[in-house]
């Protein structure tokens, strides 16, 4: 089964600066998603960003990028000149490519953002 | 366009009591998930749908949830006899499906449920 691991429950940043989450998945396929949702106070899961497998640059939204490790299994997210809406929940989920498949989360960053 | 809406937002309810919690999918989006947050916790897949195919059920805590999707768009979750234990965020979110590809899951709000 793939499980999805944040080791960390909380991180803070001061505005305007950069901050890295981590995240490490563990499955056997070769070909799957990752992807990176923030979720604010209002509940809402946002889509942050979103990588393939098997494309080996790193995906970049704005200020956010990514780290993908294929390797060691490691899809850390890079937030450049933090704001404060970028304070919230911040959750990364794999998912197979192919087929009928359901998103597995990890637990969970809480960002805060220190003006 | 209009995104995933649920309703409704917050669900208070006395335990032993039935519940129902509505998705309303992205027009045209084909697949439809539930999933459950619990205070503190990722969310935990709940069922999925796709299409007219039948539903993959696997992730139902117990036969006290069920799931239902009319027509290809809205869904209802179902809880029986609500225990405390229900309590929690209920997200759905709804995709594409092209190919045989899904597309990136877009997410509702979340009905909060309290179970007293």
């Known amino acids: 089964a793939q499980t999805v691991t944040q080791s960390q429950p909380e991180m803070s940043v001061q505005e305007a600066e950069t901050v890295t989450l981590s995240c490490t998945y563990d499955?056997?396929?070769?070909?799957?998603?990752l992807f990176w949702y923030k979720q604010p106070p209002s509940r809402q899961m946002i889509l942050v960003i979103r990588?393939?497998?098997?494309?080996?640059q790193n995906a970049t939204e704005n200020r956010f990028s990514v780290n993908f490790q294929k390797a060691a299994k490691s899809f850390s997210l890079k937030i450049s000149d933090s704001q404060l809406g970028d304070a919230a929940m911040y959750f990364c989920a794999y998912r197979k490519s192919f087929g009928n498949e359901k998103l597995t989360f990890g637990t969970g960053t809480r960002l805060t953002i220190i003006p | 366009g209009a995104g995933v809406s649920q309703s409704p937002s917050n669900k208070v309810t006395e335990k032993g009591k039935d519940v129902e919690l509505r998705c309303d999918p992205i027009?045209?989006?084909?697949?439809l998930y539930w999933y459950r947050q619990s205070l503190g916790q990722g969310l935990e897949f709940l069922i999925y749908f796709q299409g007219n195919s039948a539903p993959d059920k696997s992730g139902l805590p117990s036969d006290r949830f069920s799931a239902e999707r009319t027509g290809g768009s809205v869904s209802t979750l179902t809880i029986q006899r609500t225990q405390q234990e229900d309590s929690a965020v209920y997200l759905c979110a709804s995709s594409l499906t092209s190919g045989g590809y899904q597309e990136t899951q877009y997410f509702g709000p979340g009905t909060r449920l309290l179970v007293l």
């Open positions: 990588q393939e497998a098997y494309k080996q």
């Open positions: 499955t056997s396929e070769s070909d799957y998603y």
């Open positions: 027009s045209g989006h084909t697949a």
